[in-house]
Protein backbone atom coordinates (compact mmCIF):
# COMPACT_ATOMS: atom_id res chain seq x y z
CA UNK A 1 0.00 0.00 0.00
CA UNK A 2 1.50 3.29 -1.12
CA UNK A 3 0.53 6.26 1.07
CA UNK A 4 0.83 10.06 -0.31
CA UNK A 5 3.44 11.65 1.90
CA UNK A 6 1.69 15.14 1.39
CA UNK A 7 -1.23 13.66 2.90
CA UNK A 8 0.73 12.58 6.05
CA UNK A 9 0.27 14.89 8.65
CA UNK A 10 0.29 12.70 12.19
CA UNK A 11 2.88 9.78 11.83
CA UNK A 12 0.13 6.55 10.85
CA UNK A 13 -0.47 4.58 14.56
CA UNK A 14 -0.52 0.95 13.04
CA UNK A 15 2.15 -0.06 11.08
CA UNK A 16 1.14 0.35 7.23
CA UNK A 17 1.19 -3.63 6.83
CA UNK A 18 0.00 -5.98 9.45
CA UNK A 19 3.10 -8.21 8.91
CA UNK A 20 5.35 -5.37 8.69
CA UNK A 21 6.86 -5.27 12.10
CA UNK A 22 8.04 -1.39 12.85
CA UNK A 23 12.04 -0.92 13.38
CA UNK A 24 14.18 1.62 14.81
CA UNK A 25 16.61 2.71 12.59
CA UNK A 26 19.79 4.99 14.04
CA UNK A 27 21.08 6.88 11.72
CA UNK A 28 23.95 9.21 12.56
CA UNK A 29 25.66 10.24 13.93
CA UNK A 30 28.51 8.59 12.13
CA UNK A 31 26.96 8.30 8.85
CA UNK A 32 28.11 10.27 5.65
CA UNK A 33 25.15 11.15 4.19
CA UNK A 34 24.28 13.18 7.56
CA UNK A 35 27.06 15.90 5.97
CA UNK A 36 28.42 15.19 10.43
CA UNK A 37 27.69 14.32 13.54
CA UNK A 38 23.95 14.33 13.14
CA UNK A 39 21.60 11.83 14.03
CA UNK A 40 17.75 10.87 12.84
CA UNK A 41 16.00 8.30 14.90
CA UNK A 42 13.61 6.64 12.02
CA UNK A 43 10.88 4.37 13.15
CA UNK A 44 10.52 2.49 9.73
CA UNK A 45 7.75 0.28 8.74
CA UNK A 46 9.15 -1.61 5.91
CA UNK A 47 11.44 1.21 4.32
CA UNK A 48 8.77 3.90 4.76
CA UNK A 49 9.38 6.45 7.59
CA UNK A 50 6.66 6.61 10.32
CA UNK A 51 8.28 8.97 13.23
CA UNK A 52 11.17 10.98 12.63
CA UNK A 53 13.03 12.63 15.91
CA UNK A 54 16.22 14.65 15.45
CA UNK A 55 19.40 14.61 18.18
CA UNK A 56 22.00 16.94 17.68
CA UNK A 57 24.52 18.71 19.62
CA UNK A 58 27.58 16.07 19.04
CA UNK A 59 29.61 19.19 18.09
CA UNK A 60 28.18 21.87 20.99
CA UNK A 61 31.48 23.89 21.75
CA UNK A 62 30.05 26.66 23.37
CA UNK A 63 30.64 29.12 20.96
CA UNK A 64 28.08 31.47 22.38
CA UNK A 65 29.62 31.34 26.10
CA UNK A 66 33.21 31.91 24.72
CA UNK A 67 32.06 35.11 22.81
CA UNK A 68 31.59 36.42 26.13
CA UNK A 69 35.00 36.01 27.11
CA UNK A 70 36.81 37.40 24.25
CA UNK A 71 37.31 40.32 23.11
CA UNK A 72 35.32 41.39 19.78
CA UNK A 73 38.08 41.08 17.68
CA UNK A 74 38.92 37.64 18.86
CA UNK A 75 35.26 36.20 18.49
CA UNK A 76 35.77 36.68 14.55
CA UNK A 77 37.70 33.66 14.51
CA UNK A 78 35.39 32.17 16.85
CA UNK A 79 32.85 32.35 13.79
CA UNK A 80 34.55 31.63 11.26
CA UNK A 81 34.36 28.36 12.52
CA UNK A 82 30.77 28.11 13.14
CA UNK A 83 29.36 27.47 9.44
CA UNK A 84 32.66 26.95 8.15
CA UNK A 85 31.66 26.47 4.95
CA UNK A 86 30.87 30.49 4.43
CA UNK A 87 33.49 31.99 6.92
CA UNK A 88 33.26 35.11 5.15
CA UNK A 89 29.16 35.65 5.81
CA UNK A 90 29.62 34.78 9.53
CA UNK A 91 32.39 37.43 10.14
CA UNK A 92 30.38 39.97 8.40
CA UNK A 93 27.38 39.73 10.60
CA UNK A 94 29.22 39.36 13.48
CA UNK A 95 30.98 42.53 12.75
CA UNK A 96 28.06 44.58 11.82
CA UNK A 97 27.15 43.66 15.17
CA UNK A 98 29.44 44.88 16.84
CA UNK A 99 30.04 47.59 14.72
CA UNK A 100 26.25 48.48 15.51
CA UNK A 101 26.72 48.44 19.22
CA UNK A 102 30.31 50.32 19.37
CA UNK A 103 29.02 52.85 16.70
CA UNK A 104 31.74 52.17 14.10
CA UNK A 105 31.53 53.13 10.10
CA UNK A 106 32.75 51.52 8.29
CA UNK A 107 34.57 53.01 4.61
CA UNK A 108 32.75 52.66 1.21
CA UNK A 109 35.69 50.50 -0.42
CA UNK A 110 35.04 48.26 2.69
CA UNK A 111 31.43 47.55 2.47
CA UNK A 112 32.60 46.76 -1.68
CA UNK A 113 35.07 44.00 -0.41
CA UNK A 114 33.40 42.69 1.98
CA UNK A 115 30.29 42.40 -0.39
CA UNK A 116 32.79 40.76 -3.23
CA UNK A 117 34.51 38.23 -0.48
CA UNK A 118 30.48 37.10 0.67
CA UNK A 119 29.26 36.48 -2.63
CA UNK A 120 32.07 34.68 -3.78
CA UNK A 121 31.98 32.69 -0.26
CA UNK A 122 27.79 32.12 -1.58
CA UNK A 123 29.55 30.12 -4.71
CA UNK A 124 31.54 28.28 -2.45
CA UNK A 125 28.62 27.35 -0.25
CA UNK A 126 26.39 26.54 -2.92
CA UNK A 127 29.09 24.31 -4.94
CA UNK A 128 29.54 22.37 -2.04
CA UNK A 129 25.32 22.01 -1.28
CA UNK A 130 24.82 20.83 -5.08
CA UNK A 131 27.64 18.86 -5.19
CA UNK A 132 27.17 16.88 -2.40
CA UNK A 133 23.43 16.84 -2.72
CA UNK A 134 24.16 15.39 -5.97
CA UNK A 135 26.25 12.87 -4.47
CA UNK A 136 23.71 12.12 -1.64
CA UNK A 137 21.08 11.01 -4.48
CA UNK A 138 23.18 8.93 -6.76
CA UNK A 139 25.27 10.87 -9.02
CA UNK A 140 27.68 10.04 -7.57
CA UNK A 141 31.59 12.34 -7.66
CA UNK A 142 31.45 13.47 -11.39
CA UNK A 143 29.14 16.50 -10.36
CA UNK A 144 30.51 16.71 -6.77
CA UNK A 145 34.39 16.80 -8.39
CA UNK A 146 33.10 19.53 -10.85
CA UNK A 147 32.01 21.69 -8.06
CA UNK A 148 34.82 21.04 -5.64
CA UNK A 149 36.98 21.74 -8.67
CA UNK A 150 35.32 25.37 -8.96
CA UNK A 151 35.06 26.24 -5.24
CA UNK A 152 38.82 25.61 -5.31
CA UNK A 153 39.50 29.04 -7.21
CA UNK A 154 37.53 30.65 -5.08
CA UNK A 155 39.27 29.31 -2.03
CA UNK A 156 42.68 30.28 -4.07
CA UNK A 157 41.17 34.16 -4.08
CA UNK A 158 40.70 33.73 0.09
CA UNK A 159 43.67 32.45 0.18
CA UNK A 160 44.95 35.62 -2.06
CA UNK A 161 44.08 38.06 -0.25
CA UNK A 162 44.22 36.87 3.39
CA UNK A 163 46.29 33.83 3.83
CA UNK A 164 43.61 31.09 4.57
CA UNK A 165 41.29 29.48 2.55
CA UNK A 166 38.10 28.42 4.96
CA UNK A 167 38.74 30.00 8.28
CA UNK A 168 39.39 33.50 6.97
CA UNK A 169 39.03 36.20 9.77
CA UNK A 170 39.18 38.62 7.03
CA UNK A 171 36.10 40.60 7.35
CA UNK A 172 36.41 42.54 11.05
CA UNK A 173 34.36 45.43 13.02
CA UNK A 174 35.55 48.62 11.10
CA UNK A 175 36.05 46.72 7.84
CA UNK A 176 38.48 44.28 6.41
CA UNK A 177 41.89 43.33 7.63
CA UNK A 178 44.06 43.74 4.58
CA UNK A 179 43.44 45.95 1.35
CA UNK A 180 43.03 43.71 -1.48
CA UNK A 181 46.36 42.63 -3.13
CA UNK A 182 46.60 43.73 -7.01
CA UNK A 183 46.42 40.15 -8.76
CA UNK A 184 43.19 39.75 -6.86
CA UNK A 185 40.87 41.92 -9.86
CA UNK A 186 41.77 40.28 -12.92
CA UNK A 187 42.35 36.63 -10.88
CA UNK A 188 39.04 37.34 -9.84
CA UNK A 189 37.62 38.60 -13.17
CA UNK A 190 38.67 35.86 -15.42
CA UNK A 191 37.02 34.05 -12.80
CA UNK A 192 33.79 35.55 -13.00
CA UNK A 193 34.33 35.50 -17.00
CA UNK A 194 34.20 31.34 -17.40
CA UNK A 195 31.54 31.00 -14.35
CA UNK A 196 28.64 31.17 -16.18
CA UNK A 197 30.03 28.16 -18.46
CA UNK A 198 31.05 26.18 -14.52
CA UNK A 199 27.09 26.86 -13.68
CA UNK A 200 25.84 25.30 -16.87
CA UNK A 201 28.70 22.00 -16.69
CA UNK A 202 26.54 21.32 -13.22
CA UNK A 203 23.27 22.29 -14.89
CA UNK A 204 24.81 19.58 -17.66
CA UNK A 205 25.02 16.93 -15.21
CA UNK A 206 22.43 17.41 -12.81
CA UNK A 207 19.21 19.68 -13.99
CA UNK A 208 18.92 17.53 -17.00
CA UNK A 209 20.14 14.01 -15.32
CA UNK A 210 16.98 11.26 -15.20
CA UNK A 211 18.38 9.86 -12.06
CA UNK A 212 18.81 12.85 -10.22
CA UNK A 213 15.46 14.17 -11.46
CA UNK A 214 14.09 10.34 -10.05
CA UNK A 215 15.22 11.28 -6.58
CA UNK A 216 14.42 14.71 -6.69
CA UNK A 217 11.35 16.02 -8.29
CA UNK A 218 8.29 15.78 -5.81
CA UNK A 219 10.63 14.59 -2.79
CA UNK A 220 10.33 15.94 0.44
CA UNK A 221 7.70 18.90 0.37
CA UNK A 222 7.99 22.15 1.98
CA UNK A 223 4.57 23.79 2.02
CA UNK A 224 4.69 27.79 2.40
CA UNK A 225 2.80 28.00 5.75
CA UNK A 226 4.95 25.62 7.35
CA UNK A 227 8.09 27.19 5.90
CA UNK A 228 6.80 30.35 7.31
CA UNK A 229 5.79 28.74 10.92
CA UNK A 230 9.35 27.12 11.28
CA UNK A 231 10.91 30.38 10.26
CA UNK A 232 12.92 28.64 7.41
CA UNK A 233 15.32 31.15 5.23
CA UNK A 234 17.63 31.29 2.61
CA UNK A 235 16.98 28.75 -0.50
CA UNK A 236 14.93 26.66 1.65
CA UNK A 237 12.41 29.36 1.77
CA UNK A 238 12.48 30.47 -1.30
CA UNK A 239 12.13 27.18 -2.87
CA UNK A 240 8.76 26.85 -1.40
CA UNK A 241 8.05 29.93 -3.13
CA UNK A 242 8.38 32.66 -0.76
CA UNK A 243 10.41 35.61 -2.34
CA UNK A 244 12.18 36.70 0.74
CA UNK A 245 15.82 37.58 0.79
CA UNK A 246 17.65 40.02 3.05
CA UNK A 247 19.63 41.45 0.24
CA UNK A 248 16.68 43.09 -1.58
CA UNK A 249 14.08 42.92 1.61
CA UNK A 250 16.09 44.65 4.03
CA UNK A 251 19.05 45.42 1.90
CA UNK A 252 22.26 46.16 4.67
CA UNK A 253 25.65 47.01 3.40
CA UNK A 254 25.36 48.42 0.10
CA UNK A 255 23.34 45.77 -1.71
CA UNK A 256 20.80 48.28 -2.65
CA UNK A 257 23.31 49.38 -5.28
CA UNK A 258 23.52 46.11 -7.18
CA UNK A 259 20.69 45.33 -9.68
CA UNK A 260 19.94 41.45 -9.24
CA UNK A 261 17.28 39.00 -8.92
CA UNK A 262 15.62 37.36 -6.11
CA UNK A 263 14.93 33.26 -7.36
CA UNK A 264 12.26 31.50 -5.99
CA UNK A 265 10.70 27.89 -6.77
CA UNK A 266 7.31 26.94 -6.25
CA UNK A 267 7.98 23.29 -6.41
CA UNK A 268 8.53 23.23 -2.27
CA UNK A 269 10.21 19.85 -2.86
CA UNK A 270 14.48 18.60 -2.76
CA UNK A 271 14.52 19.62 -6.64
CA UNK A 272 13.43 23.00 -6.03
CA UNK A 273 15.99 23.82 -3.15
CA UNK A 274 18.58 22.43 -5.50
CA UNK A 275 17.54 24.69 -8.45
CA UNK A 276 17.13 27.97 -6.16
CA UNK A 277 20.78 27.82 -5.55
CA UNK A 278 22.25 27.09 -9.22
CA UNK A 279 20.02 30.33 -10.55
CA UNK A 280 21.53 32.11 -7.48
CA UNK A 281 24.79 31.23 -8.61
CA UNK A 282 24.59 32.90 -11.63
CA UNK A 283 22.88 36.24 -9.67
CA UNK A 284 25.76 36.30 -7.27
CA UNK A 285 28.08 36.13 -10.21
CA UNK A 286 26.10 39.30 -11.60
CA UNK A 287 26.55 41.06 -7.75
CA UNK A 288 30.49 40.71 -7.94
CA UNK A 289 30.63 42.22 -11.27
CA UNK A 290 28.90 45.08 -10.81
CA UNK A 291 31.09 45.50 -7.07
CA UNK A 292 34.19 44.74 -8.80
CA UNK A 293 33.14 47.82 -11.53
CA UNK A 294 32.56 50.07 -9.19
CA UNK A 295 34.89 49.59 -6.11
CA UNK A 296 36.54 52.51 -5.07
CA UNK A 297 39.04 53.74 -4.00
CA UNK A 298 39.95 54.78 0.11
CA UNK A 299 40.89 52.92 2.96
CA UNK A 300 39.68 49.39 3.73
CA UNK A 301 38.90 50.01 7.15
CA UNK A 302 38.24 52.29 10.17
CA UNK A 303 40.67 53.75 12.22
CA UNK A 304 39.82 51.82 15.29
CA UNK A 305 41.98 50.16 18.07
CA UNK A 306 42.09 46.39 18.63
CA UNK A 307 40.56 45.95 21.81
CA UNK A 308 37.38 49.11 21.53
CA UNK A 309 34.83 48.98 23.75
CA UNK A 310 30.86 49.19 23.20
CA UNK A 311 28.57 50.53 24.96
CA UNK A 312 25.70 49.54 26.96
CA UNK A 313 23.06 48.89 24.53
CA UNK A 314 22.13 46.45 22.10
CA UNK A 315 22.21 45.33 18.88
CA UNK A 316 20.60 42.64 16.10
CA UNK A 317 22.34 42.40 13.39
CA UNK A 318 21.03 39.80 10.51
CA UNK A 319 22.61 39.41 6.90
CA UNK A 320 21.56 36.66 4.13
CA UNK A 321 24.43 33.88 4.47
CA UNK A 322 24.28 31.19 2.36
CA UNK A 323 22.24 28.98 4.12
CA UNK A 324 19.39 31.53 4.90
CA UNK A 325 19.15 34.25 7.56
CA UNK A 326 22.22 34.73 9.67
CA UNK A 327 21.97 36.67 12.97
CA UNK A 328 23.76 38.06 15.76
CA UNK A 329 21.62 39.47 19.01
CA UNK A 330 24.89 41.33 20.65
CA UNK A 331 24.39 42.95 24.38
CA UNK A 332 27.01 45.15 25.53
CA UNK A 333 28.02 46.68 29.06
CA UNK A 334 30.51 49.03 28.21
CA UNK A 335 33.56 46.12 28.01
CA UNK A 336 35.54 45.42 25.49
CA UNK A 337 33.72 41.92 25.34
CA UNK A 338 29.98 41.34 24.25
CA UNK A 339 28.15 40.91 27.43
CA UNK A 340 26.04 38.19 25.57
CA UNK A 341 26.15 37.20 22.01
CA UNK A 342 23.03 34.76 20.61
CA UNK A 343 23.62 33.19 17.15
CA UNK A 344 20.93 32.88 15.21
CA UNK A 345 22.11 30.13 12.80
CA UNK A 346 20.05 29.41 10.02
CA UNK A 347 21.09 25.62 9.73
CA UNK A 348 19.87 24.93 13.37
CA UNK A 349 16.73 26.86 12.35
CA UNK A 350 16.24 25.05 9.11
CA UNK A 351 15.79 22.02 10.94
CA UNK A 352 13.01 22.51 12.70
CA UNK A 353 10.35 21.25 10.21
CA UNK A 354 12.66 18.32 9.15
CA UNK A 355 10.62 15.38 11.25
CA UNK A 356 7.78 16.77 9.78
CA UNK A 357 9.42 16.38 6.11
CA UNK A 358 10.75 13.15 6.35
CA UNK A 359 7.09 11.53 6.97
CA UNK A 360 5.77 9.08 4.89
CA UNK A 361 9.22 8.59 2.75
CA UNK A 362 11.29 5.84 2.66
CA UNK A 363 15.24 5.86 4.25
CA UNK A 364 16.59 6.44 0.73
CA UNK A 365 14.94 9.69 0.40
CA UNK A 366 16.12 11.26 3.91
CA UNK A 367 19.42 11.09 2.60
CA UNK A 368 17.99 13.43 -0.17
CA UNK A 369 15.40 15.90 2.21
CA UNK A 370 18.45 16.91 4.87
CA UNK A 371 20.62 16.78 1.68
CA UNK A 372 18.35 19.63 0.14
CA UNK A 373 18.24 21.67 3.59
CA UNK A 374 22.10 22.05 3.63
CA UNK A 375 23.44 22.30 6.69
CA UNK A 376 26.52 21.98 8.21
CA UNK A 377 26.59 20.78 11.78
CA UNK A 378 29.53 23.78 13.10
CA UNK A 379 26.53 26.00 12.98
CA UNK A 380 23.74 23.94 14.10
CA UNK A 381 25.66 22.50 17.26
CA UNK A 382 27.70 25.82 17.88
CA UNK B 1 21.58 49.90 7.03
CA UNK B 2 17.95 50.73 6.99
CA UNK B 3 16.99 52.34 9.90
CA UNK B 4 13.24 51.65 10.70
CA UNK B 5 13.16 53.87 13.94
CA UNK B 6 10.38 55.73 12.00
CA UNK B 7 7.83 52.86 12.10
CA UNK B 8 8.73 52.16 15.73
CA UNK B 9 6.05 54.43 17.01
CA UNK B 10 2.89 53.15 15.47
CA UNK B 11 3.84 49.62 15.35
CA UNK B 12 4.40 49.99 19.23
CA UNK B 13 1.16 52.52 19.48
CA UNK B 14 -1.16 49.25 17.86
CA UNK B 15 -0.06 46.64 19.71
CA UNK B 16 -0.30 48.97 23.62
CA UNK B 17 -3.73 50.22 22.20
CA UNK B 18 -4.37 46.11 22.41
CA UNK B 19 -2.38 45.55 25.80
CA UNK B 20 -2.05 48.51 27.89
CA UNK B 21 0.20 46.64 29.95
CA UNK B 22 2.70 46.40 27.84
CA UNK B 23 5.67 49.19 27.96
CA UNK B 24 7.90 50.73 25.18
CA UNK B 25 11.56 50.05 25.47
CA UNK B 26 13.95 53.10 25.53
CA UNK B 27 16.45 50.98 24.04
CA UNK B 28 16.90 51.36 20.43
CA UNK B 29 18.91 49.13 18.08
CA UNK B 30 16.63 50.26 14.95
CA UNK B 31 13.98 47.33 15.92
CA UNK B 32 10.83 48.74 18.75
CA UNK B 33 11.10 46.95 21.25
CA UNK B 34 8.40 45.90 24.08
CA UNK B 35 7.96 44.46 27.46
CA UNK B 36 5.14 42.26 27.81
CA UNK B 37 4.19 41.16 31.44
CA UNK B 38 4.78 37.07 31.48
CA UNK B 39 1.29 36.27 31.62
CA UNK B 40 0.23 38.54 28.66
CA UNK B 41 2.68 36.91 26.36
CA UNK B 42 1.28 33.91 24.73
CA UNK B 43 -2.02 36.63 24.15
CA UNK B 44 -0.03 39.33 22.46
CA UNK B 45 1.90 36.89 20.24
CA UNK B 46 -1.29 35.94 19.06
CA UNK B 47 -2.24 38.84 18.48
CA UNK B 48 0.72 40.79 16.69
CA UNK B 49 0.69 37.45 14.07
CA UNK B 50 -3.55 37.40 13.45
CA UNK B 51 -4.02 40.96 13.25
CA UNK B 52 -3.94 42.04 9.33
CA UNK B 53 -2.15 45.45 9.70
CA UNK B 54 0.69 43.71 12.59
CA UNK B 55 0.92 40.49 10.66
CA UNK B 56 3.82 39.07 12.16
CA UNK B 57 4.26 35.96 10.68
CA UNK B 58 7.79 35.03 11.09
CA UNK B 59 9.71 34.17 14.42
CA UNK B 60 12.99 35.39 13.84
CA UNK B 61 14.56 34.29 16.69
CA UNK B 62 13.87 33.72 20.22
CA UNK B 63 17.05 34.49 23.09
CA UNK B 64 17.51 34.84 26.77
CA UNK B 65 20.10 37.11 28.73
CA UNK B 66 21.16 36.44 32.34
CA UNK B 67 21.02 40.34 33.89
CA UNK B 68 22.06 38.52 37.37
CA UNK B 69 18.75 39.86 39.18
CA UNK B 70 16.63 38.85 36.16
CA UNK B 71 16.61 36.63 33.27
CA UNK B 72 14.85 38.09 29.88
CA UNK B 73 14.05 36.29 26.91
CA UNK B 74 13.56 38.32 23.85
CA UNK B 75 11.54 37.39 20.59
CA UNK B 76 12.25 38.70 17.45
CA UNK B 77 9.36 38.54 15.03
CA UNK B 78 9.20 39.72 11.57
CA UNK B 79 6.44 40.53 8.89
CA UNK B 80 7.96 39.21 5.93
CA UNK B 81 4.45 40.71 3.52
CA UNK B 82 4.47 44.02 5.38
CA UNK B 83 8.59 44.14 6.30
CA UNK B 84 8.63 45.21 9.79
CA UNK B 85 10.31 43.91 12.90
CA UNK B 86 9.30 44.19 16.38
CA UNK B 87 10.96 42.71 19.55
CA UNK B 88 8.97 41.61 22.41
CA UNK B 89 11.03 40.58 25.93
CA UNK B 90 10.10 39.39 28.84
CA UNK B 91 11.32 39.62 31.90
CA UNK B 92 11.51 36.30 33.86
CA UNK B 93 12.55 35.36 37.53
CA UNK B 94 15.99 33.75 37.84
CA UNK B 95 15.72 31.32 40.80
CA UNK B 96 12.24 30.06 39.43
CA UNK B 97 12.58 30.57 35.66
CA UNK B 98 9.20 29.75 34.06
CA UNK B 99 8.08 31.29 30.93
CA UNK B 100 4.76 30.17 28.71
CA UNK B 101 5.93 29.16 25.64
CA UNK B 102 4.94 29.95 22.33
CA UNK B 103 5.32 26.98 20.19
CA UNK B 104 1.29 26.92 19.46
CA UNK B 105 2.26 30.22 17.75
CA UNK B 106 5.05 29.82 15.79
CA UNK B 107 6.47 26.30 15.28
CA UNK B 108 9.91 27.91 15.06
CA UNK B 109 9.69 28.37 18.54
CA UNK B 110 10.64 24.62 19.66
CA UNK B 111 14.02 23.96 18.57
CA UNK B 112 14.76 28.10 20.09
CA UNK B 113 12.62 27.37 23.41
CA UNK B 114 14.28 24.07 24.13
CA UNK B 115 17.65 25.55 23.77
CA UNK B 116 17.24 28.44 26.05
CA UNK B 117 16.23 25.79 28.27
CA UNK B 118 19.08 23.22 28.00
CA UNK B 119 21.39 26.21 28.04
CA UNK B 120 19.92 29.28 29.95
CA UNK B 121 17.58 27.34 32.12
CA UNK B 122 14.51 28.71 31.76
CA UNK B 123 11.58 26.32 31.45
CA UNK B 124 9.02 26.66 28.70
CA UNK B 125 4.93 25.42 30.06
CA UNK B 126 3.32 24.25 27.26
CA UNK B 127 6.35 23.06 25.06
CA UNK B 128 5.34 19.46 23.39
CA UNK B 129 8.84 18.23 24.23
CA UNK B 130 11.06 20.29 26.37
CA UNK B 131 14.58 18.84 26.47
CA UNK B 132 18.27 19.27 26.50
CA UNK B 133 18.42 20.07 22.41
CA UNK B 134 22.65 20.69 22.61
CA UNK B 135 23.78 19.80 25.83
CA UNK B 136 23.42 15.73 26.66
CA UNK B 137 20.75 14.77 28.99
CA UNK B 138 23.02 14.40 32.53
CA UNK B 139 24.69 18.02 32.08
CA UNK B 140 25.17 20.08 35.27
CA UNK B 141 24.04 22.94 35.47
CA UNK B 142 23.34 25.70 32.49
CA UNK B 143 25.89 27.26 30.77
CA UNK B 144 25.30 30.70 29.51
CA UNK B 145 24.26 31.83 33.02
CA UNK B 146 26.37 34.06 33.86
CA UNK B 147 27.52 32.38 37.59
CA UNK B 148 28.25 29.30 34.89
CA UNK B 149 32.08 28.60 34.90
CA UNK B 150 33.95 25.66 33.49
CA UNK B 151 34.81 23.02 36.09
CA UNK B 152 39.19 24.09 36.96
CA UNK B 153 40.93 21.79 35.55
CA UNK B 154 43.58 19.86 38.31
CA UNK B 155 46.87 21.25 36.90
CA UNK B 156 49.61 18.71 36.94
Known amino acids: ?84 LS ?46 FGADVGTFFTPLSYAFRDRERILDMFNMICGARMTVSYVRPGGVALDLPEEFI ?21 TKNEIFKARSVGIGILPPEKALSYAVSGPSLRASGIGYDLRKDQPYGIYDRFDFEVQTATGCDCFSRYIVRIREMRESAKIIKQALDHLPPGPHTAKLSRNFRAPEGEAFSRIEAPKGELGFYMVGDGSIAPYRCKIRAPSFINL ?3 HEMLLGWKVADAVA ?7 VLGEVDR | MSNPT ?11 AAFPRVELRDVDYGIPSLLVPVENLV ?40 RHDLALRIEVDRDEA ?32 LKRILLYDEFDGHPLRKDWHLPAEPRA
Not at chain 1, 1 to 23: G, Y
Not at chain 1, 188 to 196: E, S
Not at chain 2, 7 to 15: Q, R
Request: aromatic share 8%; proline share 6%.
Open chain 1, 369 to 375: ILGSLDI
Open chain 2, 6 to 16: TAAGPLAAKVR
Open chain 2, 98 to 129: VAPSVTGVWRAADFQEREIYDLMGVTFTGHPN
Open chain 1, 352 to 354: GPL
Open chain 1, 186 to 206: PACRYFLDLYPQKVDEYETLL
Open chain 2, 43 to 82: DVCQHVKSTPELDFDYLASVTAIDYLDRIDVVYQLRSLKL
Open chain 1, 87 to 132: AMSNNLAFSMAAEALAGIEVPERAWYIRTIVCELQRLASHCVAIGT
Open chain 1, 1 to 84: MSIDPRAVVDPPTEPLNEETEQIVVNMGPQHPSTHGVFRMILTLSGETIVKAEIVMGYLHRGVEKQCEEGTFVHNITATDRLDY
